[in-house]
């Protein structure tokens, strides 16, 4: 781990700079004791905000592989050239820490329309024509990606175009022009992007997922964004994002392939050395406020037309690494366990028949990233396949749920991965700034040895905090035809059920009446601590309390809707099924 | 478990193309093998056989993406499917069951220290997988799901639909995955006799690898020492070319989806014709004016592209767009490709695109598998492994006057197929529309 008297020395010099412009890209440490503001410190204290660059995570020089040269310009630039002279190719990458996790709902998508525009007009190539132009006369095969917590832009060409690749980066990430016509037409192709994502059934069922898991925050996970927004965004917006976040001090400038390391930091001075950093700190100024937990479990169903299979997600609030840095590590090894086709995790499910695959994983994030389960359920085992899954992932914290040797077998499997990405040169650089922008350089080149130091009691921990201590949500696309094939009742008992629904109830009265047809309505179960069952109808845009309406409800009912001995409480019916719905103590 | 010592291969690939070897043809027990040697640490190899949607018809149809996948989830004796998936992920070794349209096998990438290991185990499960009924039940479950789930992706479905329907009554119309009639017709025993009769056979095998093994080593590779000669023949019943004359709209409504996808099959030069590479050229420019012309100018849709397929025996172009506003992204496209048959493509153009060519043959070398992958796909296609290293070259002599003459000489009417809302079709007239 990054040794924290190194945290400390930087806090103190970035201090010490902080009155004139130069710095050392120390800016990317939210100071608390700089300017400004008193607001966001009380803020911090307060718990609403992430830190961006907690003192693990800060870096002087760090540790890289020994064909991987950092320098660091005195804007802050980082710069990192990995040597490889496999083939005559060299790739130029820029990252910036934006992205979803820097946008509220008025910015929603706009990172990655940004990404866009960089491809566009600029100070020295004044129209897109003249930017394209220049891409094919070196050669360059380019792209850019806008993930939650990271914005790449990339290209690759012959090496021997190396000195005019980073020029030409260089003019593009400090100068566009945000021309307002070639704006308003990227808004559309955006759009069209957009469009073609909503054109698969699994987006639907994705997007639906996220909104559960994220909130009211779930601009802050969703770099595709909001139709809207990106239609209306303007030049000003885009500046606006340009002063927010694309200064040298917050972004990292990699250079990979047949080059000579010290030619390639002397052009980069010589492009970038003038490129201005920020004058403030930019997560103290703009800081990213913390994910409120799941408040409850959720199931819902997805049924789309175009759909012909069933597909099943869940997913939890997983560990981000500025506060849990093990247990991202921890994450990975468990889900590499369940991974392995010997593992009772793949044998209890998918071997048995309920799932024609299924698959566990964590992604990496600086601020708390998902877990997510995918899997196919064999469609004539629906049910069965959900109950079954909820048991396993019950069953995950027994100490025998897997062996030493599959423990010690994920380790290699993860090791060896991390190996692979050596491999190809224009892809191994982005896989180097993914782990720069969601963690650190070190998180990258030290992956192998923290992986090795995994515990069972690691992991432990992390199933305890993240699965055990966390609520779920759970969501199953289904094509129409097959919605006869799920048993709704049981599928979501103990859970709280959102169904899509025809019907917007318009009075209490109006539930009491359609309460016996589940599948004509959409409602949530909750329980509190004092036994009470609280039923909420829900509306696209609105939530409608009904509690004691419903309560009264079963209270007129009770012959037809009556406690059993086991505490389950039949609430609906529908021809012989029944809805049950556990009366139970929720937290406790 | 042996200790790796390949942790930091980087060392080894500096300075790397210096050292590596050109690829060459050697025979091993009359099996051919394409060994091109890179000291990288890492060795990437392909053993398949050659046939594909051949040898079968269409009842059967996916029958060998069913066997192959099966072997890989029984495993061998002593070494259950479970058990060796994972031994290899433990080992580093990633084992891919493949098949395609024109052959099946396995694609290898593993540690140079295991990869005798890997290429041991890949021998037995060609000849001798367990191929027992319960692995078949799964991989065939799994199968239907595949075959469902992209015909929900809208991009696959379209992909799939306008290549059966301009192959029908040829060997292309058989889909490799199945379908879900194809699929209710195949049994247990029957794709496991077409695995242990059919299938595997010396006489079509072809392997190549790729990497840090040296030639001595892969001449004591059992695997050639053991697999059967069947001696079965292969003929793809193709078209000799794909030429439209007119233009046609073939459509398939679908609701729900928030944009239309498109294709335009234009017709193409058969393969190891001289108008092949400038064919290519052309519509590797034609797919940058698609970009300018679709995407930069009129903002008709987020991925316009134009392109070559090289993929199939029977080659043709493709024009693709997915846009809210069909008629009008069809006209464009249209419209471009036709004033580059009037005009012809400018110096500028023609001599961006070669740098660009040289780009991305770049990329395909830099890593094993790409590389061993492109000697595959070029022998099972075009019957010319040489032809992965030869393009390049292929490329620098051609001149613009060809490129211009091919793209006169075989862009002519267009058949246009589309999947989305067919009541947004206002004009039918814009597809009806030859070039020349």
């Known amino acids: 781990m990054m040794d924290k008297k190194i945290g400390v020395l930087k806090a103190f010099l970035a201090i010490g700079v902080l009155g004139g412009i130069v710095s050392c890209g120390l800016f990317k440490k939210s100071q608390k004791s700089t300017e400004p503001t008193k607001m966001s410190d009380t803020l911090w204290n307060q718990n609403q905000y992430y830190e961006m660059f907690p003192d693990h995570l800060v870096y002087d020089v760090p540790k890289l592989p020994e064909n991987f040269h950092f320098k660091r310009l005195p804007n802050g630039l980082e710069v990192v050239v990995i040597e490889d002279h496999s083939v005559p190719l060299v790739t130029v990458e820029i990252a910036v820490h934006n992205g979803a996790f820097t946008e509220d709902s008025s910015l929603d998508g706009l990172s990655h329309l940004y990404e866009h525009m960089f491809f566009k007009a600029n100070e020295k190539y004044r129209s897109q024509e003249e930017f394209m132009d220049r891409i094919k006369e070196l050669g360059i095969v380019f792209n850019g990606t806008t993930s939650d917590e990271r914005v790449n832009y990339f290209f690759t ?110 052009a980069v001075e010589e492009y970038l050395g003038s490129w201005q950093p920020s004058d403030f700190d930019i997560f103290e100024k703009y800081p990213i406020p913390r994910f409120k937990p799941v408040p409850h479990n959720v199931t819902f169903i997805e049924k789309r037309e175009i759909a012909r299979m069933p597909m099943f997600m869940k997913a939890w609030q997983g560990p981000g690494t500025t506060e849990d840095i093990e247990a991202t590590y921890a994450a990975d090894v468990f889900f590499t366990i369940l991974s392995q086709k010997t593992n009772r995790f793949q044998k209890n499910l998918v071997d048995s028949g309920y799932f024609l695959q299924v698959s566990a994983s964590y992604l990496t994030s600086r601020f708390t990233g ?129 169904y899509q629904y025809r019907w917007a109830p318009e009075s209490p009265q109006d539930t009491v009446k359609y309460a016996s047809d589940i599948r004509d309505w959409l409602f949530l179960l909750k329980i509190n601590p004092d036994r009470k069952l609280i039923v909420t109808i829900s509306h696209p845009q609105q939530f409608v309390e009904i509690g004691n309406a419903y309560e009264q409800f079963l209270k007129n009912n009770a012959e037809q809707f009556g406690v059993n001995e086991d505490r389950w409480m039949v609430i609906s019916k529908q021809g012989d099924r029944k809805l049950f719905v556990k009366l139970q103590k929720i937290g406790s | 478990m042996k200790a790796n010592s390949w942790i930091w291969i980087l060392p080894l690939i500096v300075g790397l193309h210096a050292q590596a070897q ?98 041991s185990i890949i021998g037995k499960l060609l000849t001798n997988a367990i191929f027992d009924e319960k692995s078949y039940q799964k991989v065939i479950q799994r199968q239907k799901a595949i075959i469902n789930n992209e015909w929900s992706n809208p991009d696959d479905a379209l992909r799939i639909w306008s290549i059966t329907h301009m192959f029908k009554g040829y060997d292309y119309e058989k889909y490799h995955k199945g379908t879900n009639s194809s699929l209710a017709n195949l049994t247990y025993q029957k794709v496991k006799d077409y695995y242990t009769n059919r299938l595997v056979d010396k006489s079509r095998a072809f392997v190549v690898v790729v990497g840090d093994v040296k030639e001595n080593r892969i001449q004591n590779w059992s695997l050639f020492k053991i697999l059967p000669a069947r001696n079965m023949k292969v003929k793809f019943n193709l078209p000799d070319r794909i030429q439209f004359d007119t233009s046609e709209l073939f459509t398939l409504h679908r609701e729900g989806m928030a944009t239309n996808y498109i294709r335009g099959i234009v017709g193409a030069p058969k393969l190891n014709t001289s108008d092949e590479v400038p064919y290519r050229l052309a519509f590797e420019i034609l797919d940058d004016k698609m970009f300018v012309e679709i995407r930069t100018k009129r903002n008709l849709s987020y991925a316009p592209a134009a392109f070559y397929t090289t993929v199939m025996k029977t080659p043709y ?79 620098k002599q051609t001149t613009l006057e060809q490129v211009n003459g091919a793209l006169r000489k075989y862009a002519r009417g267009i058949r246009w197929y589309y999947l989305g809302d067919t009541t947004q079709i206002k004009n039918k007239q814009v597809y009806h529309r030859i070039l020349q």
């Open chain 1, 157 to 266: 060409m012959p090496s021997d175009n190396w000195r005019e690749g980073i020029e030409f980066m260089a003019n593009a990430i400090q100068f566009p022009l945000f021309d307002s016509l070639e704006m308003k037409k990227e808004n559309v192709v955006v759009a069209g992007e957009f469009q073609r994502l909503e054109s698969n059934p699994f987006w639907h069922i994705y997007f639906r997922r996220n909104k559960y898991l994220w909130q009211d925050l779930i601009t802050r996970k969703n770099a595709i964004g909001n139709y809207d927004v990106i239609l209306n965004a303007t030049p000003k917006i885009m500046r606006e994002i340009q002063k927010r976040y694309y200064y040298p001090n917050n972004s990292i400038l990699v250079i990979a392939g047949d080059v000579n390391p010290d030619s390639v930091f002397n």
């Open chain 2, 317 to 395: 172009a493709i024009l693709y767009v997915s846009s809210t506003l069909p008629d009008s992204a069809a006209s464009v496209m249209w419209r471009t490709v036709k004033n580059v048959i009037e005009n012809g493509f400018s110096e500028k153009e023609f001599r961006n695109t070669k740098e660009l060519m040289r780009t991305r043959f770049y990329l395909q070398l830099e890593g094993n598998a790409s590389m061993a992958g492109a000697y595959v796909r070029h022998e099972m296609i075009a019957g010319d492994w040489q032809r992965a290293d030869k393009y390049s070259d292929w490329i």
């Open chain 2, 22 to 119: 050109q690829a060459k043809e050697i025979k091993v027990n009359d099996v051919p093998v394409v060994y091109r040697y890179v000291p990288n640490g890492l060795v990437s190899a392909y053993v398949v056989f050659y046939g594909g949607v051949a040898n079968y018809d269409s009842t059967e149809a996916g029958i060998e993406y069913t066997a192959i996948h099966t072997a890989y989830e029984s495993g061998i004796p002593g070494l259950p499917g479970d058990q060796m998936q994972d031994l290899f992920a433990e080992l580093g070794i990633m084992v891919g069951p493949i098949a395609q349209r024109h052959y099946a096998g396995f694609s290898i990438t593993a540690p140079a220290e295991y990869i005798d290991t890997a290429i």
């Open chain 1, 370 to 498: 998902p877990i997510s389960i995918y899997g196919i359920p064999n469609p004539q085992r629906i049910n069965e396949g959900i109950l079954k899954l909820r048991e396993e992932i019950a069953q995950w914290g027994n100490p025998d749920y897997f062996t030493d040797e599959q423990l010690e077998r994920a380790k290699k499997i993860l090791i060896n991965d991390w190996k692979y990405n050596f491999e190809r040169a224009s892809q191994l650089i982005h896989t180097f700034t993914f782990w720069w922008a969601v963690a650190n350089p070190e998180y990258f080149t030290t992956y192998p040895e923290q992986i090795k130091s995994v515990t069972r009691e690691d992991i432990k921990r992390f199933l305890d905090k993240y699965i055990y201590g966390n609520n779920w949500v759970e969501g199953l696309l289904i094509p129409p035809q097959m919605e006869a094939l799920v048993d709704t009742i049981n599928v979501i008992r103990d859970t709280y059920y959102d």
